[in-house]
């Protein structure tokens, strides 16, 4: 007979030969209980088969007793419970293995996830187990399940579920686990809970599934029949199967992508080679291809002594304008018309190509000389200027164009074009619309241009350079009222005019380092000055410093200017700042910001070399400015000029009329004195009352007008 002793026991009393059977068939039939035997024939010798057979214990009739039996019940279930959990480990050990050996071997995800979900539903016995991938906006599909009858099929379902908010992405990424032993009883939202209860869930298993860490779906496992408690081990294993598949879509996702670069890069194979050797707006050669047809010409010259060919490079005078005020969209259309009149302007056995911007090339091969080459030249340069109609605009264009010819003396691609290149860039700097040949002059006066930036990174850290001060005096009174702070640099004997070397430095970005310097050596002159002279507080002496339009466009530059009168101790309405209209407008969007703080730090600012730029009212008007400076240009010729005299008056009314002050630069005879004064021009400077000064001789021009 068979009986129960108590739940998850299982109790055999037997007698006779038929012992070892019953063992045997309760083993098959409840392998998942702990089985102890009580013999009532007494036969010691069966107790070492009985053992073997898969029993806990074995009991004589004779050694009964309530301990005894006790003792033997509690020692087969503990046993049963540990031989189990081995069992279950070894199980849960050898589906990890496998599902590992299968990353290993595979990279079909599809496959891998299959499997998984299939081995793990029969492992634990669940009703149904799912993948579930996350979608962009945080719903998410079925992917993968394993579900036997009659329970519903979730494969293939888009779920979007309101509970899941952004705490539970960041726990789950974190590597929150969640439990449902019993849905009934569970404390989960009534969203949730509707949920599970669609799918006829009674108890559930989450465990995240993290992808180097982003949140890529859960692994699920439902218990449908009823409510499981789920143990430690399950969820250890599930939790260890989700680490292995983050590790397959890992490797997935990056075959994936290499596959898909391998696919790009060969689709853009034939592409990325007709870019390489064109340009992308005009589809023209680009500068590669172009030099490769230049190193085919100078290959078949080297062969053929009497083959002439010349090299042009072109370049659109003033494109940046047409640009800045069209648009780009409008820049681009312009150049693709202009590559394309550019070409038909050519012999087909003529090489047409953009080097970059607005630089276009031209390999003009088999010529008759210099003369021809010019001729096309001039050609271009005419055709060239006739207007565009681009979209609903009339541009009109003109190009500067250098010109090299070939010889035996040139033996690379790069030779040529440099040559080219330094023509067309003389050409520009003539006055643009021009062509210019090129010579070896030209060559020597880059390289004069090269040396001077050397000599002059090398002045800059031996300290070469000084300030001259040249006076501003009041033109009624002809009192001092400031001076302003001039750059020079003595080359041994030679003082080089800062018309050579500045805009060396603006080109190099040396400009900055040197405008740093004039600033705070201005300031620290004048505030010295003050100090030794405090009468000069009270007449409000200032000291006028230029900036270039490099300075101009750094985001720094009102720091720079607020932290220098800090260290010099200096109020800035003793600082005036000097910009030239050109550059305000090369910055018109930002210079409005930038003069006004540079005005709540009391600086003064000056418009230079007035009446040479743009002379905008619009600009005047809407600016925080104080006053402006008229160019000497019209001052040198303004008591020999009507024309020049109508137009210092002309500013000096509309300065009156905008509240501004007013200097005239470069006055040096008493004529020119006499007209300012009869117009009312309130400040001057200039040869007349003084040069620019070394320090020295500032400080003594400034005791004598002290008095």
């Known amino acids: 007979m068979v009986a129960q002793a108590k739940p998850h026991l299982l109790v055999l009393i037997a007698q006779g030969d038929y012992v070892l059977k019953e063992v045997q068939t309760l083993q098959q039939r409840y392998p998942q209980l702990p089985l102890v035997v009580i013999d009532l024939g007494d036969r010691p010798d069966l107790a070492t088969q009985v053992l073997h057979s898969g029993a806990q214990d074995y009991l004589s009739l004779q050694e009964l007793s309530p301990n ?16 189990q959990q081995l069992l279950r480990q070894a199980q849960y050990d050898r589906l990890l293995v496998k599902i590992t050996q299968h990353i290993h071997q595979s990279l079909d995800l599809s496959t891998i996830l299959e499997t998984a979900v299939k081995e793990v539903r029969q492992l634990l016995g669940c009703d149904r187990v799912l993948i579930y991938r996350f979608l962009d906006d945080w719903r998410g599909i079925m992917e993968v399940e394993a579900v036997v009858s009659p329970w519903l099929s979730a494969l293939g379902d888009v779920v979007g579920d309101s509970c899941f908010t952004e705490q539970y992405i960041d726990a789950y990424k974190r590597g929150r686990i969640h439990v449902v032993n019993n849905l009934d009883t569970a404390a989960v939202d009534s969203c949730y809970r509707d949920l599970l209860a669609h799918y006829q869930v009674k108890a559930n298993l989450v465990v995240p599934i993290v992808v180097e860490g982003r949140l890529w779906g859960l692994l699920l496992c439902h218990q449908c029949v009823h409510p499981r408690d789920w143990q430690d081990s399950e969820i250890e294993l599930i939790k260890q199967i989700s680490t292995q598949l983050a590790i397959a879509i890992l490797q997935a996702e990056l075959y994936q992508k290499a596959q898909r670069e391998i696919q790009e890069r060969k689709a853009i194979e034939a592409q990325l080679l007709y870019q390489a050797r064109h340009d992308h707006l005009t589809h023209l050669p680009n500068r590669w291809l172009f030099e490769e047809h230049l190193r085919t010409t100078l290959s078949h010259a080297a062969a053929h002594p009497n083959y002439d060919y010349a090299v042009l490079c072109l370049d659109v005078d003033h494109f940046k304008t047409l640009n800045n005020s069209l648009g780009y969209s409008i820049g681009d259309l312009f150049l693709q018309a ?33 003369e021809q080459a010019q001729t096309i030249a001039q050609g271009l340069r005419e055709r060239l200027s006739h207007p565009f109609e681009i979209d609903h605009y009339t541009l009109y264009s003109t190009v500067s164009i250098g010109l090299v010819m070939g010889g035996a003396h040139y033996t690379s691609s790069e030779e040529l074009l440099r040559d080219a ?27 004069d241009r090269l040396h001077l930036e050397v000599e002059l990174r090398q002045a800059i850290e031996r300290g070469d350079f000084a300030l001259h001060y040249q006076p501003i005096v009041s033109l009624r009174s002809q009192s001092l009222r400031g001076f302003e702070a001039l750059l020079r640099w003595q080359k041994g004997d030679t003082l080089i005019s800062p018309e050579v070397f500045i805009p060396v430095a603006e080109e190099t970005g040396l400009i900055f380092e040197l405008s740093r310097w004039v600033l705070r050596n201005a300031c620290e002159q004048l505030r010295q000055w003050q100090q030794k002279y405090p009468k000069l507080q009270s007449m409000g002496l200032t000291m006028s410093v230029n900036l270039s339009a490099n300075q101009f466009s750094l985001p720094t530059l009102v720091a720079e200017i607020e932290q220098t009168l800090e260290h010099r101790h200096l109020r800035g309405q003793f600082l005036k700042i000097e910009i030239t209209e050109s550059v305000l407008m090369q910055h018109l969007d930002s210079a409005r910001e930038i003069l006004a703080k540079l005005k709540e730090l009391g600086v003064r600012i000056n418009i230079d070399d007035f009446g040479t730029g743009y002379s905008s009212l619009s600009y005047l008007r809407n600016l925080p400015l104080d006053g402006i400076k008229i160019d000497r240009s019209f001052i040198s010729q303004m008591d020999r000029s009507q024309a020049d005299l109508e137009v210092v008056h002309t500013i000096l009314v509309l300065a009156r009329n905008l509240h501004l002050d007013c200097i005239a630069e470069g006055i040096e005879n ?38």
């Open 68 to 83: 005894v039996l006790a003792r033997s019940f509690r020692h087969a279930i503990d046993r049963h419970q540990a031989e």
């Open 421 to 447: 290149n330094m023509a067309m860039y003389h050409a520009k700097t003539k006055g643009h619309n021009r062509i210019a040949t090129f010579n070896p002059t030209l060559l020597q006066q880059v390289r």
């Open 338 to 370: 202009f590559a394309k009149r550019l070409s038909g302007c050519v012999s087909p056995q003529d090489v047409v190509a953009r080097l970059g911007g607005d630089e276009f090339a031209v390999l003009l091969n088999d010529i008759q000389g210099i």
């Open 670 to 707: 008493t004529t020119q004195l006499q007209l300012l004064r009869s117009l009312q021009c309130p400040f001057g400077q200039g040869y007349l009352f003084a040069p620019p000064l070394t320090p020295e001789k500032a400080e003594v021009y400034l005791q004598e007008h002290l008095l």
